[in-house]
């Protein structure tokens, strides 16, 4: 059966459910259907980058993609601050994101390797929702509270109703060249901001549990040109065994919603610290270079 597309879908403007109110806010669109000047934006990214096994990160990757064999095994967890969001007029939210370095996807008739999303945590509800059905991203909820920071350390955690599943710690932390920061300086293994992300868009049919509406890889470039990054700070790899990561037990009982996602990560070998970055970028980025690839 052949179903006719809707009026507005003429449009070229985003639209969410419910439908019958107009064109959707928005980080990609206005008012207007405009998009945002995100150059006043501000962004803290906090990443700990570690060695881990192929096995163990392929197991938590959909079929049609694996760590390149010939590569190290990378996984990084990675903090954003967000400030002064055009779309939110001038509020910002946390994220935390998994990615899993060295990953091809092979679904596609041209090879891409990249950083892939494993799953991507955030404190406020607007932008999962954008973030999942405009992206296709894998957006959860967590209460992600802004860093503690004690002198020359941060500490950020990650929780859900109370129960705290993440903690992240990072002491020593010492201000480098922006120049060497891994938004400028090609790192071994895939970066996010360095060669893009690759995700997988998954969205189940209404009332047929087991299959799909919309299955399909999607690719987010690296943005175009260089970042403007404000600040770098790192710390010597000799002190690499003192940042601590921490994922508790994933539990039904505390974690009905996460528990699934929380076990695996806690499962996933964290082997040696390869990296220690926090970059804060001037102007931020709608994203609007995502596209599907197969």
Excluded at 7 to 28: D, K, N, Q, Y
Excluded at 133 to 160: M, N, Q, V
């Amino acid at each position: 059966m052949t179903i006719a597309p809707l009026s507005f879908e003429s449009t070229g403007r985003f639209h969410r459910v419910p439908i019958g109110f107009g064109p959707a806010p928005t980080p990609r669109q206005d008012a207007e259907g405009n998009r945002f000047d995100w150059r006043k934006s501000e962004a803290t990214t906090v990443g700990v980058t570690y060695s881990s096994d192929h096995d163990a990160l392929n197991s938590i990757l959909p079929e049609g993609y694996s760590v390149d064999p010939s590569k190290e095994a990378i996984i990084m967890y990675e903090v954003m601050e967000l400030r002064n969001l055009p779309w939110l007029a001038g509020r910002g939210y946390n994220t935390l994101g998994v990615y899993i370095g060295n990953v091809k996807c092979t679904r596609t008739s041209r090879l891409y390797e990249g950083s892939y999303m494993a799953v991507l945590f955030e404190s406020f509800t607007d932008p999962i929702t954008t973030g999942r059905e405009e992206l296709g991203f894998c957006k959860l909820y967590a209460d992600l509270p802004d860093a503690i920071t004690e002198g020359s350390s941060r500490i950020h955690t990650a929780s859900w109703f109370g129960k705290q599943f993440l903690r992240l710690e990072i002491p020593g932390l010492q201000d480098n060249d922006v120049s060497e920061a891994p938004a400028h300086s090609p790192r071994p293994w895939t970066h996010p901001t360095q060669t893009g992300i690759l995700h997988h868009r998954y969205v189940p049919s209404v009332g047929q549990p087991g299959k799909h509406d919309a299955s399909y890889s999607t690719w987010c470039p690296p943005p175009a040109g260089s970042p403007k990054v404000l600040r770098y700070q790192t710390i010597p790899p000799s002190q690499f065994d003192k940042v601590k990561l921490d994922i508790a037990e994933g539990k039904w009982e505390e974690l009905p919603t996460l528990w699934n996602v929380v076990e695996s990560l806690r499962r996933i070998p964290r082997l040696e610290v390869k990296e220690v970055a926090v970059q804060r970028f001037q102007g931020a980025s709608d994203l609007m270079a995502n596209q599907r690839i197969d």
